[in-house]
């Protein structure tokens, strides 16, 4: 399971720096080499993490985007998910760098790093108290799958989801990219699509889950929404 959770990371790694430096035009841009440098270290000390405490849930983690029992349309959402996040991460590097077509100040980029880390913060908090947050919408019945009720979840009904805006806004504005942060709210959008498409699954089979979705009113902002 390490030797498979090492492999995948540094797979996806090597080709989100080849899109993202490709698209650059250079090697010589600071941010990309942070951003990367901040996804290796979330996701190698993540894995290594969830490989001693929660091998399943790591083993859900590394599965594949598209997979048989998954619900219909979230297969459908995966597939249009995966098209915009690369097309997202192709367009930033040739708006900051390439073309130079929008400029982040200096300050709104550390910023943008500093929201990077509190949205793998928000995701460990997941990870910790869900032992069943997989990265398709399917109801895990061979591993017994139940609500989960504590840790973030007292809050929102979907905390990673949550971190996932944090996400969002911090990337370009790490890399630097104007237009990219412009872009945000409809990576914000498909979060908001998606969360129907899981919930109608869990209340439809998962015992329990309409009684929580009752007491926890908020599904990713406490207050808001």
Same mark, same amino acid.
């Given at each position: ?11 996806? !790694? ?10 650059? #035009?250079?090697?010589?841009? %600071? ?6 440098a901040l996804m290796a ?9 969830l490989a001693r405490r929660? %091998? ?8 594949? %985007? @598209?997979?048989? $029992?998954?619900?219909?349309? $979230?297969?459908?959402? /995966?597939?249009?998910?995966?098209? &915009?996040? +690369? ?7 040739? $708006?900051?760098?390439?073309?130079? !077509? ?7 980029? +550390?910023? #943008? ?21 997989a990265p398709v919408v ?9 609500? +989960?009720?504590?840790? =973030?979840?007292?809050? &929102?009904?979907? =905390?990673?989801? *949550? ?10 504005? !790490?890399?630097?990219?104007?237009? #990219?942060?412009?872009?945000?709210? @409809? /990576?914000?959008?498909?979060? +908001?699509?998606?969360? =129907? ?15 929580? *979705? ?7 902002? =406490?207050? &808001?929404?």
């Amino acid at each position: 399971m390490i030797g498979k959770m090492l492999c995948s990371t540094t797979l996806w !790694l090597a080709g989100m720096a080849v899109l993202m430096f490709a698209a650059a #035009g250079t090697l010589a841009w %600071p941010q990309g080499w942070l951003f990367l440098a901040l996804m290796a270290a979330s996701g190698f000390a993540g894995g290594l993490w969830l490989a001693r405490r929660d %091998p399943g849930l790591l083993a859900e983690r590394l599965a594949s %985007p @598209l997979q048989r $029992d998954q619900e219909r349309s $979230d297969k459908f959402f /995966m597939i249009l998910l995966m098209f &915009v996040w +690369v097309a997202w991460f192709v367009f930033m590097p040739i $708006d900051a760098v390439r073309l130079r !077509l929008s400029h982040l100040p200096l300050a709104v980029q +550390v910023i #943008g790093a500093l929201l990077i880390v509190l949205a793998t913060y928000a995701f460990y908090l997941t990870f910790r108290e869900n032992s069943f947050a997989a990265p398709v919408v399917k109801i895990q019945k061979e591993r017994g799958q139940t609500v +989960v009720t504590t840790g =973030p979840y007292r809050y &929102v009904r979907h =905390p990673m989801y *949550a971190g996932g805006i944090l996400f969002f806004f911090g990337t370009p504005m !790490l890399l630097g990219s104007g237009y #990219g942060l412009a872009l945000t709210p @409809l /990576m914000l959008a498909l979060l +908001v699509i998606r969360i =129907p498409i899981e919930e109608r699954a869990l209340r439809e089979k998962l015992d329990g889950y309409a009684d929580y *979705a009752a007491r926890v009113r908020y599904r990713l902002i =406490p207050g &808001v929404w």
